[in-house]
């Protein structure tokens, strides 16, 4: 089923303004022209964990020097959104606060990276039982959308690609899921679905978790690559917008409609 009626949108992308991006910002900007990209959101990493690679790497001033600069340059082709992917911890949300204080961002993306101070994407070996691994990073993931820290919730079931396959993520830790999703829909938290370069699997959140939050009364939703470089930037944006399209053609919200 087509999706003909909604805006063609990126806004998960990073570029060099956070630590693992590798095409500028000027350079994803192009990129998004070409590929006729109606808007694109920026969100670098802002990372609030000591042994991360990217502590301390963000630098807010630089970044909103780009953003204008860009904005200056393709103002009458692109719609570009300012925002940042911050990992989120409960240890870290009162940093958090202090230091978003003085900054503007268009959007937060609240996202989990690790699980008891262990990153799931940096190949450690994660020594914890998979059914509390899963069951610790959901109850992350609900505290994030608790917070009314962040307008999206990032590749909410990003924890499938780390704990061994044959585990059922849905039924380990089904209530918490439950309860996030009815705190992102309580705190008006928009779902985001993640293609993150992977056009022949579901996306993140899975087609059965987006249809346990819509079942939930869940509306609100954005769409993002999750691309590090031009090569990646709106990969699996259409397939992931008609996948929802095809699961709830109406009543549904997109960010910045």
Not at 89 to 101: A, D, F, K, V
Request: charged letters at 30%.
């Amino acid at each position: 089923m087509p999706v003909v009626s909604w805006r063609l949108v990126d806004y998960h992308v990073h570029s060099t303004q956070s630590v693992d991006g590798r095409s500028s910002l000027d350079e994803i900007c192009s990129r998004a022209v070409e590929l006729k990209l109606d808007e694109i959101g920026f969100c670098e990493h802002v990372d609030f964990e000591p042994d991360d690679p990217g502590f301390g790497f963000f630098d807010y001033r630089r970044y909103s020097e780009a953003i204008d600069r860009a904005r200056a340059r393709y103002a009458d082709r692109l719609t570009i959104r300012k925002g940042a992917e911050i990992d989120y911890s409960l240890e870290s949300e009162n940093q958090i606060r202090t230091w978003l204080e003085d900054k503007d961002f268009d959007f937060l993306v609240g996202s989990i990276h690790y699980v008891d101070h262990i990153a799931l994407d940096l190949g450690k070996e994660i020594d914890i039982p998979p059914r509390a691994v899963v069951s610790k990073y959901y109850t992350k993931v609900s505290q994030a959308a608790e917070s009314r820290l962040f307008n999206v919730i990032g590749h909410f079931d990003f924890i499938r690609s780390y704990i061994p396959s044959g585990y059922d993520l849905a039924s380990i830790a089904s209530d918490i899921i439950d309860r996030a999703f009815e705190r992102m829909v309580s705190n008006g938290v928009h779902l985001e679905i993640n293609s993150r370069r992977k056009l022949d699997r579901d996306p993140f959140p899975s087609r059965r978790l987006i249809l346990q939050y819509l079942d939930k009364g869940g509306e609100l939703f954005s769409f993002g690559s999750d691309a590090h470089s031009t090569r990646s930037l709106g990969v699996g944006i259409r397939q992931s917008m008609d996948l929802l399209h095809s699961l709830r053609p109406k009543a549904v919200h997109l960010l910045f409609d």
